[in-house]
């Protein structure tokens, strides 16, 4: 019970936004840590609740990613995608879209809205579009292919460290996923944004930009896209050379270090500290939660249903909801040992791709539902001095969300029945 309260007690923190959320989630943590409540929470027992894998890999590729993009390659593929559109609206979103669910399957997905945001408040500028519509295409494309991949967002790389499947295993059975719901984004993106013909003249216009102006260094570009293509490859491979993805992804950020001619004080600033500690902190109270036993009540209650594909089915809306309403990365720690304690019993281990699916795709309904919502919805008030409130958030994206998680429902049912 006490475990429980400082859980729901570190939430009403969160949702009160009174706080930053790192910290609160940190400190409660600590404090479970520190009070003894849970025996097993010791320094000697760290690497129990504290997934280092999943830390070393966000901080590699966070290194990575900010050093790719002070040359400019973001902006780059952003203008690129634009001019590619050659001034008709319905190919220039297309473009934008799948460029956004691109990058996100490979990159940070908050990095890549930080980057394409300018370039949506510019087209909304030029054309007239309601520039809250083009964000929330960039927060939806970066969340479905975020799904994509391993590394594609955060909920995927604690599922892969916890489930020890492949990165292969993830791109072999969500990617297909991913790329269906892409489909049904680009048909909703192009119905809900109408073209006229001032609207394309004034893109015409835009999409005359030169990408190559937005690019600071080619030279080193070039040598940081070629270590990004071998650390990719090195996830590919890595099980096959059995390195975990945290060494591959430290080495290629070290390596691009030594290329860039910096040391780790310099690119601190490039890591995403609040992210880091908002997970070491989560990890010691989904422990807590499962030491205690809260997670084994979840777990038996989803067994009496029998059948996987039953369970499977559930907890992708289970996952789904709760992506929107607590958010996706404490949904999926908190279904994680649930999951784990499921597939040791003898379930298929094709339970992972649905709550990889369900808090992926449930992350789209709120505006709490990711990292990237929030980045969004707060770039569109730096940007343009307007707001998306939750209620008009969900409102605008509630059908399209549960459109989406019936897909993932039909598809894990697919999975299930070819036996994946």
């Known amino acids: 019970l006490i475990v429980l309260a400082v859980f729901v007690i570190t939430y009403y923190f969160v949702f009160n936004k009174r706080y930053k959320t790192s910290v609160m989630v940190m400190l409660n943590g600590l404090l479970l ?9 010791s320094i000697e027992k760290l690497h129990e609740f504290i997934d280092f894998n999943t830390l070393g890999l966000l901080m ?21 995608a634009v001019r590619i559109g050659r001034g008709n609206l319905k190919r220039t979103i297309n473009m934008i879209v799948i460029s956004v669910a691109l990058l996100s399957a490979f990159l940070d997905n908050v990095t890549t809205l930080l980057v394409f945001a ?26 479905v292919g975020g799904i ?15 489930s020890r499947l492949s990165f292969l295993d993830f791109m ?44 600071t260094d080619f030279s080193r570009l070039k040598r940081l896209l070629v270590v990004f293509i071998f650390v990719l490859i090195g996830f590919i491979l890595h099980s096959f050379i059995n390195v975990e993805l945290s060494l591959i992804a430290m080495l290629g950020a070290v390596v691009s270090l ?9 690119v601190a600033k490039e890591v995403e500290w609040n992210t880091l500690f908002f ?12 030491e205690v036993g809260l997670t084994d009540i979840i777990t038996n209650a989803l067994l009496k249903l029998s059948h996987p594909s039953l369970i499977a089915m559930l907890l992708v809306w289970i996952s789904g909801f709760g992506a929107m309403f607590l958010g996706a990365v404490p949904t999926t720690t908190i279904l994680i040992p649930v999951t784990k304690s499921m597939v040791n019993l003898g379930l298929p281990s ?50 399209f969300t549960l459109l989406i998680l019936a897909v993932s429902t039909g598809y894990i049912l697919l999975v299930f029945k070819l036996g994946w």
């Open 148 to 162: 994509s991949t391993m590394i594609g967002d955060p909920p995927n790389i604690l599922i892969g460290s916890a």
């Open 33 to 41: 840590a520190t009070t003894g409540i849970v025996k097993s929470l």
């Open 60 to 80: 590699g590729m966070m290194i990575i990613v900010g050093l790719l993009k002070n040359t400019g390659f973001f902006h780059f593929v952003a203008v690129y």
């Open 279 to 290: 997970l070491i902190g989560l990890f010691i109270l989904t422990y807590s939660l499962k």
């Open 172 to 215: 072999i059975n969500l990617a297909p996923a991913s790329i269906l719901i892409l489909l049904f984004l680009l048909r909703r993106s192009i119905s809900s944004i109408k073209a006229t013909e001032e609207i394309e003249q004034n893109l015409r216009a835009f999409a005359a930009t030169d990408p190559k102006s937005t690019v």
């Open 118 to 143: 300018p370039i949506l408040f510019s087209i909304s500028d030029a054309t007239g579009i309601d520039s809250s519509e083009l964000i929330v295409l960039g927060i939806l494309s970066s969340n």
């Open 258 to 266: 030594v290329i860039v001619g910096k040391d780790f004080e310099e």
């Open 350 to 399: 094709s339970l992972w791709w649905a709550i990889a699916l369900g808090a992926g795709l449930g992350a789209c309904g709120t505006t709490i539902g990711a990292a990237v919502n929030m980045v969004g919805v707060g770039l569109l008030k730096k940007f343009t001095n307007r707001t998306i409130s939750f209620g008009e958030f969900l409102k605008k994206n509630i059908r």
